[in-house]
């Protein structure tokens, strides 16, 4: 034990010998490698006490620490490390306020495990981060717990990547009490009793973003049970006595004040949520007051109703609505659609309604020459149950079916966007004709067409 303690202390004397020896280039290099990869203490130990001048900053002395905080936060956190650790001394003093890392965003591209470990320990304060970002995940599963749970004070997390089905439960375990906004992509299905678990830790959470994948109709009726006191009977959540990985399923109110419910990636579709998940979605969160996703409807529909309608939701967009078969939905299902949401949402202020289509096959499309034109949409309906305190509404690829003359006037409209939408210019000449549907005050009658000067041939 004599002789090793020998070598050790022989070891250690080289290592700082050779640290010496080496210029300040050689150091900052060093530096940067061992805060990525690992431990820094020898080297950074050696730089900071260094007999090096460099501890200017050219053109920019003259700015007072507070401004270069505030040039310093506008960068992603890999440069403010490096500039942090490496440029000159007044720089590297300024990692320790708290201010410079309220936002971490990581990514495993230049940051492996042992750099979370080292980086936890290294920050000056985990109780102010108060966002954090973990891009294209691909860490491990200890490394990733242990890093996250160090944040207590998280008001904004977000998770995307290759996250494993486990790892969702070991999430699951952590509780985020000051939680305001929670972004999950994950590269597959979690599984709703996983994302449902996750929720039951985030009870004050306001703002909710998934992928298309987790939207489901099973997770909005697995929160609207608990919400309710049924979980013990539904087959997602399941009874108090199926424990998994010593995990309970939650019991209490989930997601009691969620404001905003918005689809990540909203440009693809979203075949795991229906009229169903809509019409409940009340019951699940009643608070809502923005709602953006796309849907896939079941044919037929011929009438639709939210119970309970959501009475203070004020932004609503269907950015995708698409059949489960099929090219496009029928008119029926279209106007019972639009209808019931305009009913069910009666302080809505921004609407926007767009239909999509699900492509048969290049053979068929080749074979039947194109696509079939878009459903009908009936001016007069969306008149009819369209509130009055509606300011923008969008439409896109339908066929407006206007008739007859409307005395119905919407006084707050000010914005009318058409997109790819055939009768658009009937539409525009009807309202500049008569004011039928918007009074003086209405800014903009846009309508959008494709590049070659056609209303629509795919979207």
């Keep these: 034990s004599t002789r090793a303690m020998s070598t050790a202390?022989?070891?250690?004397?080289?290592?700082?010998?050779?640290?010496?020896?080496?210029?300040?280039?050689?150091?900052?290099?060093?530096?940067?490698?061992?805060?990525v990869c690992g431990t820094?203490?020898?080297?950074?130990?050696?730089?900071?006490?260094?007999?090096?001048?460099?501890?200017?900053?050219?053109?920019?002395?003259?700015?007072?620490?507070?401004?270069?905080?505030?040039?310093?936060?506008?960068?992603?956190?890999?440069?403010?490390?490096?500039?942090?650790?490496?440029?000159?001394?007044?720089?590297?003093?300024?990692h320790f306020s708290v201010s410079l890392w309220r936002d971490i965003r990581l990514s495993p591209e230049w940051i492996n495990d042992d750099g979370l470990r080292k980086?936890?320990?290294?920050?000056?304060?985990?109780?102010?981060?108060?966002?954090?970002?973990?891009?294209?995940?691909?860490?491990?599963?200890?490394?990733a717990h242990e890093?996250?749970?160090?944040?207590?004070s998280l008001q904004s997390l977000t998770l995307s990547g290759a996250i494993k089905t486990h790892l969702a439960f070991s999430f699951s375990r952590l509780k985020f009490s000051s939680l305001?906004?929670?972004?999950?992509?994950?590269?597959?299905?979690?599984?709703?009793?996983?994302?449902?678990?996750?929720?039951?830790?985030?009870?004050?959470?306001?703002?909710?973003?998934?992928?298309?994948?987790?939207?489901?109709?099973k997770m909005i009726l697995s929160v609207a049970m608990t919400r309710h006191g049924m979980a013990n009977a539904h087959p997602v959540v399941g009874p108090p006595s199926s424990r998994k990985n010593g995990i309970a399923p939650p019991t209490a109110v989930l997601c009691p004040d969620l404001e905003e419910l918005i689809q990540i990636g909203a440009a693809?579709?979203?075949?795991?949520?229906?009229e169903i998940g809509l019409a409940i979605l009340g019951k699940a969160f009643p608070c809502l007051r923005v709602l953006r996703t796309c849907v896939s409807i079941r044919e037929p529909c011929a009438q639709f109703e939210?119970?309970?309608?959501?009475?203070?939701?004020?932004?609503?967009?269907?950015?995708?609505?698409?059949?489960?078969?099929?090219?496009?939905?029928s008119a029926m299902c279209v106007n019972a659609l639009m209808t019931g949401l305009l009913k069910g949402c009666p302080a809505v202020r921004h609407f926007a309604f767009r239909h999509g289509r699900k492509y048969m096959g290049q053979l068929e499309v080749k074979r039947e020459g194109g696509y079939p034109p878009p459903p009908p949409l009936a001016l007069e309906s969306l008149l009819w149950c369209a509130p009055n305190c509606?300011?923008?509404?969008?439409?896109?690829?339908?066929?407006?079916?206007?008739?007859?003359?409307?005395?119905?006037?919407?006084?707050?409209?000010?914005?009318?966007?058409?997109?790819?939408?055939?009768?658009?210019?009937?539409?525009?000449?009807?309202?500049?004709?008569?004011?039928?549907?918007?009074?003086?005050?209405?800014?903009?009658?846009?309508t959008a067409k494709r590049r070659d000067g056609s209303l629509i041939k795919w979207w």
């Excluded at 203490?41 to 006490?49: E, K, M, N, P, Y």
Aim: a negative charge.
């Design 390 to 446: 509606l300011q923008t509404l969008e439409l896109g690829y339908f066929h407006i079916a206007i008739g007859g003359h409307y005395h119905r006037v919407l006084p707050d409209l000010v914005k009318l966007k058409c997109i790819d939408c055939l009768g658009s210019a009937e539409l525009a000449a009807c309202l500049q004709a008569g004011g039928v549907l918007l009074q003086s005050g209405c800014e903009s009658i846009e």
């Design 180 to 217: 305001r906004e929670f972004c999950f992509d994950p590269m597959g299905n979690m599984g709703d009793q996983n994302v449902v678990r996750m929720l039951a830790g985030m009870p004050a959470l306001r703002v909710l973003k998934l992928c298309e994948s987790q939207l489901t109709d």
């Design 268 to 274: 693809r579709w979203n075949d795991k949520l229906s």
């Design 119 to 143: 980086l936890a320990h290294w920050l000056p304060d985990r109780g102010a981060v108060r966002s954090l970002t973990l891009e294209r995940y691909n860490w491990g599963e200890a490394a």
């Design 9 to 35: 202390v022989e070891l250690a004397a080289k290592r700082k010998a050779m640290l010496r020896a080496m210029d300040r280039s050689a150091l900052e290099t060093l530096l940067l490698q061992q805060l």
């Design 40 to 94: 820094l203490s020898d080297v950074d130990l050696t730089l900071a006490a260094s007999c090096s001048d460099v501890n200017s900053l050219g053109l920019l002395e003259g700015l007072s620490d507070d401004l270069l905080l505030r040039v310093m936060g506008q960068l992603d956190t890999k440069t403010r490390l490096h500039v942090c650790t490496v440029v000159c001394k007044r720089l590297r003093a300024l």
């Design 147 to 152: 890093f996250v749970a160090s944040f207590g």
């Design 306 to 329: 939210m119970k309970p309608p959501l009475p203070d939701l004020e932004t609503l967009e269907i950015l995708r609505l698409c059949p489960f078969s099929g090219p496009h939905l």
